[in-house]
């Protein structure tokens, strides 16, 4: 359209004009310009976003400093935020050297470990008591079953005096074969009860047979028990009992000097196999301690006769000093009994150490 109005016409330069608002004259140019005006303005109508939109602001930088500065929006979840769970400490049959890897390991699967762990422990304690309750039971039926037997036990020898009274009284005349078979002739009645007496009384003696021998063999158990457990002792103490060169000559040395002090041979037997006591005070166990105590005075003389000092070295042709005699045989007894362990020597440097002693 603005190039039919700005087109010559007749190739002469011809001059239009239109009216305004207010009827004045209004140039070819100013039209034009009015019209571009009018085609912006409503292409920019269009172009322009709905009304409810907020305007946009003039200065980008502007608007990212004020959202800076303001706070950031919260929802309902980020203000209810849940606090932090308190550390899980490792269970307590777990060993020092798996600490270290504890913290590795997830808090979720750590409760569950602890969970189990606690499980486990419950069932263990559990399983504890009831095995102790159940051996406390069985103690407790084992004693009163022991109680039980002693009891019946005790009352066998009773039992069997008066089963044999009773055959003293009712059957006085049997005595012999004969006797019992002129009884089952004569009397059959009669012999009738005397066969069921004789075998109560039969009866009654085997149990109180079983018995005893049940008795010894607990005596023989429990000495057998008490010689492992003494010689175990012995063996710490004196380790020669425990070489097997050295062990049997000495206890072959100490059956010899057993005899010596007035033992027999039949008596120790009895006592190595427990069927005899022996008292503390038997004449020859206490020699047996005097002689002890003598050689520990002796051992404890001669450690302080080592311990003094030997006497100074002479000259050749020099007088020796007084008692110098005495030492020189208390050094030579000293040297024997560590040599030899004699206990006559043992006595005699006693006696020299006694006599010197009084000397001085």
Same mark, same amino acid.
Do not use: C
């Given at each position: 359209?603005?190039?039919?109005?700005?087109?010559?016409?007749?190739?002469?330069?011809?001059?239009?004009?239109?009216?305004?608002?207010?009827?004045?004259?209004?140039?070819?140019?100013?039209?034009?310009?009015?019209?571009?005006?009018?085609?912006?303005?409503?292409?920019?109508?269009?172009?322009?976003?709905?009304?409810?939109?907020?305007?946009?602001?003039?200065?980008?930088?502007?608007?990212?400093?004020?959202?800076?500065?303001?706070?950031?929006?919260?929802?309902?979840?980020?203000?209810?935020?849940?606090?932090?769970?308190?550390?899980?400490?490792?269970?307590?049959?777990?060993?020092?050297?798996?600490?270290?890897?504890?913290?590795?390991?997830?808090?979720?699967?750590?409760?569950?470990?602890?969970?189990?762990?606690?499980?486990?422990?419950?069932?263990?304690?559990? *399983?504890? &008591? %009831?095995? #102790?309750?159940?051996? +406390?039971?069985? !103690?407790? /039926?084992?004693?009163? =079953? @022991?109680?039980?037997?002693?009891?019946?036990?005790?009352?066998?020898?009773?039992?069997?005096?008066?089963?044999?009274?009773?055959?003293?009284?009712?059957?006085?005349?049997?005595?012999?074969?004969?006797?019992?078979?002129?009884?089952?002739?004569?009397?059959?009645?009669?012999?009738?009860?005397?066969?069921?007496?004789?075998?109560?009384?039969?009866?009654?003696? *085997?149990? &109180? %047979?079983? #018995?005893?021998?049940? +008795?010894?063999? !607990?005596? /023989?158990?429990?000495? =057998? @028990?008490?010689?492992?457990?003494?010689?175990?002792?012995?063996?710490?103490?004196?380790?020669?009992?425990?070489?097997?060169?050295?062990?049997?000559?000495?206890?072959?040395?100490?059956?010899?000097?057993?005899?010596?002090?007035?033992?027999?041979?039949?008596?120790?037997?009895?006592?190595?196999?427990?069927?005899?006591?022996?008292?503390?005070?038997?004449?020859?166990?206490?020699?047996?301690?005097?002689?002890?105590? +003598?050689?520990?005075?002796? /051992?404890?003389?001669?450690?302080?006769?080592?311990?003094?000092?030997?006497?100074?070295?002479?000259?050749?042709?020099?007088?020796?000093?007084?008692?110098?005699?005495?030492?020189?045989?208390?050094?030579?007894?000293?040297?024997?009994?560590?040599?030899?362990?004699?206990?006559?020597?043992?006595?005699?440097?006693?006696?020299?150490?006694?006599?010197?002693?009084?000397?001085?």
């Amino acid at each position: 359209m603005s190039d039919e109005l700005d087109a010559p016409t007749g190739g002469a330069e011809t001059s239009m004009s239109y009216p305004t608002a207010d009827n004045s004259p209004m140039s070819v140019e100013d039209a034009a310009r009015s019209l571009t005006d009018a085609r912006a303005k409503a292409f920019a109508k269009l172009n322009q976003p709905a009304e409810s939109a907020p305007e946009a602001t003039a200065d980008p930088e502007l608007a990212v400093e004020a959202n800076a500065d303001s706070p950031p929006e919260t929802t309902g979840e980020d203000e209810a935020v849940e606090p932090a769970k308190p550390a899980i400490d490792p269970p307590k049959s777990w060993t020092k050297d798996l600490h270290e890897h504890w913290a590795n390991l997830d808090p979720a699967l750590q409760e569950r470990i602890v969970n189990r762990d606690r499980e486990d422990q419950a069932a263990i304690k559990r *399983a504890f &008591n %009831e095995a #102790a309750d159940e051996r +406390k039971a069985l !103690a407790a /039926q084992r004693e009163a =079953a @022991e109680k039980a037997r002693q009891q019946y036990e005790a009352q066998l020898p009773a039992l069997m005096q008066e089963l044999q009274n009773a055959q003293q009284n009712a059957f006085a005349d049997i005595k012999t074969v004969d006797d019992v078979t002129r009884l089952a002739n004569e009397d059959p009645f009669r012999y009738l009860q005397w066969q069921a007496h004789q075998t109560k009384l039969q009866a009654v003696n *085997a149990e &109180n %047979e079983r #018995a005893r021998t049940a +008795k010894e063999q !607990a005596e /023989q158990a429990k000495w =057998a @028990e008490h010689v492992q457990k003494e010689n175990a002792l012995a063996a710490e103490l004196i380790p020669d009992l425990a070489d097997k060169d050295k062990g049997p000559a000495l206890t072959k040395r100490a059956a010899d000097r057993l005899s010596e002090l007035g033992f027999k041979q039949e008596e120790l037997n009895a006592l190595a196999s427990g069927k005899e006591k022996l008292s503390l005070y038997d004449h020859r166990i206490q020699q047996l301690i005097f002689s002890d105590l +003598k050689l520990s005075d002796i /051992q404890k003389a001669t450690k302080s006769v080592a311990a003094k000092p030997l006497p100074p070295v002479q000259k050749p042709g020099t007088a020796k000093p007084a008692g110098s005699g005495v030492t020189e045989n208390i050094q030579a007894l000293t040297r024997q009994l560590n040599e030899t362990g004699d206990l006559k020597i043992a006595q005699q440097l006693r006696a020299l150490q006694i006599s010197s002693r009084r000397r001085a």
